[in-house]
C-alpha cells in the first residue's frame, strides 16, 4: 500500500512562497497512475490543485496556473508542490494523493490513497 508524508507548510505572507514535500513509499503501481496535490478550506469542498500523470505530464486548476508548479524526484521518491505568489485564498490544508490510473488527475473521488495533511496559511 502506498504511504504518503507530507509536509513544508507554514504560515507566509502574501506575495510569498512555500514548498510542500510528499514523501511516497510502498509504491507498486505498475501500470499508468496520477499523483496530485489537493487542498481543502474550512466549510468547502476538497479540490484539485495540481497532478501529474506517469509521472510526466502535468495539469493544474485554473486558479493556481502561472504560480504552482508539481514536479516528482523519482530518485528521492518524492512529490513536490512550488507555491510562488501565494495568496490568501490558497490558505488551506493541502493533501497529496496517489491512483493506480491515468486521467482525470485532479478529480480528487477517484484516488485511493491519500496523506495526512499539511496546514498552509497566507496573511494579507
Known amino acids: 500500500q502506498v504511504q504518503l508524508v507530507e509536509s513544508g507548510g507554514g504560515s507566509v505572507q502574501a506575495g510569498g512562497s512555500l514548498r510542500l514535500s510528499c514523501a511516497v513509499s510502498?509504491?507498486?503501481?505498475?501500470?499508468?497512475?496520477?499523483m496530485g496535490w489537493f487542498r481543502q478550506a474550512p466549510g468547502k469542498e476538497r479540490e484539485g490543485v495540481a497532478g501529474i500523470e506517469d509521472g510526466v505530464s502535468t495539469t493544474y486548476a485554473d486558479s493556481v496556473k502561472g504560480r504552482f508548479t508539481i514536479s516528482r524526484d523519482n530518485a528521492k521518491n518524492t512529490l513536490y508542490l512550488q507555491m510562488n505568489s501565494l495568496k490568501p485564498e490558497d490558505t488551506a490544508d493541502y493533501y497529496c494523493?496517489?491512483?493506480?490510473?491515468?486521467?482525470?488527475?485532479?478529480?480528487?473521488?477517484?484516488?485511493?490513497?491519500w496523506g495526512q495533511g499539511t496546514q498552509v496559511t497566507v496573511s494579507s
Open positions: 494523493a496517489a491512483k493506480p490510473r491515468a486521467g482525470s488527475c485532479l478529480a480528487h473521488r477517484y484516488y485511493n490513497d
Open positions: 510502498g509504491f507498486t503501481y505498475s501500470g499508468r497512475y496520477c
